[in-house]
C-alpha cells in the first residue's frame, strides 16, 4: 500500500501516447518554482478553501473530533474560519468530511497496488490504440521504491506500458528496485552546478547527476527523456541548455530532452496550504527564448527543419 495524491486520465505529456498518470505524494526536493505544493509531504494533509466557508454560521470545524485550536476566528476580523496549520496537519479525511460545505478537504490518500491498476486499466484500449500506458509520477515516487516497483511490474503483468516523472534524488537502491520495471523514464535536470542547485530546490545535485548517470548505464534498453523545468533567471539560458547536453549526448538511450517553459498553474494551491509560494512575480519565458533553446537541441540531436516537418 502506498500513499497516492491524485490519478489523472487521458494525459498526453507524461510519456508516448494517451496515458493515466498515478501522482504519488512525497518529495525529496524543495523547488521554488514547484507548482504541485500538495505532493510534497508524504503523508495525506488538509486543505482549506476559505470561499466556501460559512463561518460563525457553521463553525463545526471548532468542535470534536477536530483538534482543539486548529480552527479560530479573529475577533474583528471576516467571518472566516483561520487554521493553525501546525494543529490541523492532524486532521484526517474522516474529519474533513464532516465540514457540510466542503471547505474542508484531503490531498492524498492510501491505496493498494490493484486499486491503482484497476483504476489504470480502464482505459486499456487507449493505450493499445496509442501506444500509451501508465505513467508514475510525483512528488517523488523514488521515495515509495517498493510500491511504485510493484504498481509497475502489476503494469507490465497486465500488458500496460510503463513510464516515470522522477528527479531520482533518493539512494541509488531505490531506483534498482523501480527502474527493471520502467519502459520509459522521463527525469530533470534542474540545474547543473550544485550550489546553485542547492540554492533553488534545497539540495546538492551529486547524488541526482550519479543517479543519471548510474540508470544509463546500467538499463540500457529504458528509453531516458531529460527535461528541463525553464525558469527565467534561473536555467533559461544557453550555457545551462549546453551543459546538460554536454552531460547526455554519450548515452544513445537519452533519446530526447525536452524543455517545459515555466508556468504559475499550482499559484493557488499554496493558499489552500496555508503557504506562500516564493516566484509568484516570476514570467513566462519568451517564445523567442524557448525557440533559439529549441533550436541548440535540435543541432544537438542531428535535427533539422526539414526533419520537424516530416514529424
Known amino acids: 500500500m502506498g500513499t497516492v495524491l491524485n490519478i489523472q486520465r487521458y494525459c498526453s505529456h507524461d510519456g508516448p501516447g494517451i496515458r493515466t498518470t498515478v501522482f504519488f505524494k512525497g518529495c525529496s526536493l524543495r523547488c521554488k518554482w514547484c507548482s504541485n505544493p500538495e505532493s510534497i509531504h508524504l503523508k495525506?494533509?488538509?486543505?482549506?478553501?476559505?470561499?466556501?466557508?460559512?463561518?460563525?454560521a457553521c463553525s463545526i470545524?471548532?468542535?470534536?473530533?477536530?483538534?482543539?485550536?486548529?480552527?479560530?476566528?479573529?475577533?474583528?476580523?471576516?467571518?472566516?474560519?483561520?487554521?493553525?496549520?501546525?494543529?490541523?496537519?492532524?486532521?484526517?479525511?474522516?474529519?474533513?468530511?464532516?465540514?457540510?460545505?466542503?471547505?474542508?478537504?484531503?490531498?492524498?490518500?492510501?491505496?493498494?497496488?490493484?486499486?491503482?491498476?484497476?483504476e489504470v486499466e480502464?482505459?486499456?484500449?487507449f493505450y493499445r490504440d496509442t501506444g500509451g500506458g501508465m505513467t508514475?509520477?510525483?512528488?517523488?515516487?523514488?521515495?515509495?521504491?517498493?510500491?511504485?516497483?510493484?504498481?509497475?511490474?502489476?503494469?507490465?503483468?497486465?500488458?500496460?506500458?510503463?513510464?516515470?516523472?522522477t528527479a531520482s534524488n533518493a539512494p541509488w537502491s531505490f531506483l534498482e528496485k523501480v527502474l527493471p520495471h520502467v519502459d520509459t523514464m522521463l527525469h530533470d535536470y534542474k540545474l547543473m552546478n550544485s550550489e546553485r542547485h542547492k540554492k533553488w530546490t534545497g539540495v546538492g545535485n551529486e547524488r541526482i547527476l550519479e543517479n543519471f548517470k548510474k540508470a544509463y548505464e546500467t538499463f540500457p534498453d529504458i528509453d531516458f527523456i531529460a527535461r528541463t523545468p525553464l525558469i527565467p533567471g534561473v536555467n533559461a539560458n544557453e550555457e545551462f541548455v549546453r551543459a546538460v547536453l554536454d552531460f547526455i549526448k554519450p548515452y544513445k538511450n537519452v533519446i530526447e530532452y525536452e524543455l517545459l517553459p515555466y508556468h504559475r498553474f499550482g499559484l493557488a494551491k499554496y493558499g489552500l496550504l496555508g503557504e506562500i509560494y516564493?516566484?509568484?512575480?516570476?514570467?513566462?519565458?519568451?517564445?523567442?527564448?524557448?525557440?533559439?533553446?529549441?533550436?541548440?537541441?535540435?543541432?544537438?540531436?542531428?535535427?533539422?527543419?526539414?526533419?520537424?516537418?516530416?514529424?
Open 44 to 56: 495525506p494533509e488538509l486543505s482549506y478553501e476559505s470561499e466556501k466557508c460559512k463561518g460563525k
Open 61 to 118: 470545524c471548532l468542535k470534536a473530533p477536530f483538534p482543539e485550536g486548529a480552527f479560530y476566528f479573529v475577533e474583528g476580523g471576516d467571518d472566516k474560519v483561520k487554521v493553525n496549520w501546525h494543529l490541523a496537519r492532524d486532521c484526517n479525511e474522516e474529519m474533513a468530511s464532516l465540514c457540510p460545505e466542503d471547505a474542508l478537504g484531503m490531498f492524498g490518500k492510501k491505496m493498494t497496488v490493484n486499486e491503482v491498476l484497476d
Open 122 to 125: 480502464r482505459d486499456a484500449s
Open 136 to 165: 508514475i509520477s510525483g512528488g517523488e515516487l523514488m521515495l515509495q521504491p517498493d510500491f511504485a516497483a510493484a504498481c509497475l511490474q502489476e503494469a507490465h503483468d497486465r500488458g500496460i506500458h510503463t513510464a516515470i516523472e
Open 278 to 311: 516564493e516566484l509568484a512575480d516570476y514570467k513566462t519565458p519568451s517564445d523567442e527564448l524557448v525557440k533559439s533553446l529549441e533550436a541548440i537541441i535540435d543541432e544537438a540531436f542531428g535535427r533539422n527543419k526539414e526533419e520537424q516537418i516530416k514529424e
